[in-house]
């Protein structure tokens, strides 16, 4: 009985994209209009990111939201960033668009990502991911014409976005992954 149970809520998630893993085509022939370097952005703190700051390095940005059951993953997102920042950073960007999930000012997200999960990766002033005032940037995340491949925007809180050391696309990671998960590991390590 209980085996049935976990094997229906798996399929459940699954079918609804949260466990979905989309990587870059091999034989991928489109190249994106823009890049990811374009991008300058606000943080919390009021300063500004620009992400051709951050060439050289993988990027892996996740949308976040600190009242969603996925908010947990806040650790391991701090976990992957303090254990592989040589080769990754972690941004995140706060997003209200699910379930009302992130309803806070910066200021107060800022707050709850420190004293609740000890957050020092980079993260952005709230902004939309989904629908007519998406933000630009998960324009270019979601967009195929834009970035190349993908077309798969947030279905949920905690999706994520790997983007190598030159800026391309690399993958797309359901809210269901864990950010420690072996496939995210891999890829950064490659």
Known sequence: MKISILYTISLLLFSCGLSKVKTRPADMNQ??????YEFKLPLLSGDSLSFASLKGKKILIVNTASECGYTPQYEGL???????????????????????QEPGTDAEI????????????????????????????????SQKNKNGWNEDAPAWNFCKYLID??????????????????EIIKAIDN
């Open 31 to 36: 190249t994106p209009s823009s890049s990811i």
């Open 78 to 100: 701090e976990t992957l960033y303090k254990k592989h920042g040589d080769k990754v950073i972690v941004v995140g960007f706060p997003a209200n668009n699910f379930g009302g």
């Open 110 to 141: 800022g707050a709850f990502c420190k004293e609740n999960y000890g957050v020092t990766f980079p993260i952005f002033s709230k902004v939309s991911v989904k629908g007519d005032d998406m933000a630009p940037i998960y324009q270019w995340l």
């Open 165 to 182: 050391e030159k800026g391309n696309l690399l993958a797309f990671y359901g809210s269901a992954i864990e950010p420690m998960n072996d």
